[in-house]
Structures are given as C-alpha cells and as structure tokens.
C-alpha cells in the first residue's frame, strides 16, 4: 500500500528507515541555534562514503545555505541529496543500487551497467533542487 506523506516529518521518518534497512551510520544535527546553517537534515556514513541528505515537503525548496552545504559535499567526493516525497523511491532505489554496487567492488568487479544508469538517474532526480 503506497504511504501517504502529510509533512517533512513523515518524509523524514521513511528516510530513516530506508538508512536504517540499508545499514547506513547516520545523525541528524541538530536544527537549531547551536548547529551550524545550512547543514542537512540527514548525515551518514557506510562504506566509506559520507552521505548528506536534505529533506523537503511539498513545494519546499532548499535555502541557498542548504544548496551550498550540499554543493560542498558533492565537490568534497560525498554524496548530497535532496529527498522529497516525491524522489523518496528514487532515494530508495539509488541506497539498493549502492549496496549492490559496494557487493561488487568487494568481489573486484564493476557495477552492472543497469546498476550504473539507474544510479545515474537517481541521482540525477535528488540533485535538480541543489543548483
């Protein structure tokens, strides 16, 4: 049965289980005062690969100091995503094509073709709010 997302809240709470069903290390900073601007809901680590992971609602979009913490995980050689309820299934399916991926290294051999592309494609629908 599809969910149903009534706030961020619900899109942050999938987002956790995916990260916790795929084994992903992960906190979330805290929102207020004390934590540094701009800085994304979600951070995790798996694998040797940083992950930031910016959660938005509806029409939502990230501010300018979120687009730039995502931008400098990307040009730092992380991963940086915005996940909506509307890319939550690309996010899911790019965390499976990620441990299929890790699986094949660990063997010495490359992705799939289908695995690369579909990773390419996740990516490519999670990244359209960062510019």
Do not use: C
Request: charged share 25%; proline share 5%.
């Amino acid at each position: 049965m599809p969910r149903s997302y009534k706030s961020e809240k619900d899109v942050k709470k999938h987002v956790k289980e995916l990260l916790n069903a795929h084994g992903w290390f992960w906190w979330m900073p805290p929102a207020n005062g004390f934590g540094k601007v701009g800085v994304s809901d979600f951070n995790a680590l798996k694998d040797g690969v940083f992950l930031a992971v910016e959660t938005k609602f509806d029409k939502n979009s990230p501010t300018v100091q979120q687009k730039a913490y995502l931008q400098s995980i990307n040009a730092s050689g992380g991963m940086a995503f915005v996940v909506s309820e509307k890319t939550l299934g690309w996010f899911d399916i790019w965390l499976q094509t990620f441990d299929r991926s890790v699986q094949a290294a660990r063997k010495a051999q490359p992705p799939t073709q289908e695995d690369g592309a579909t990773m390419i494609n996740a990516v490519d629908a999670m990244t359209k709010d960062m510019v």
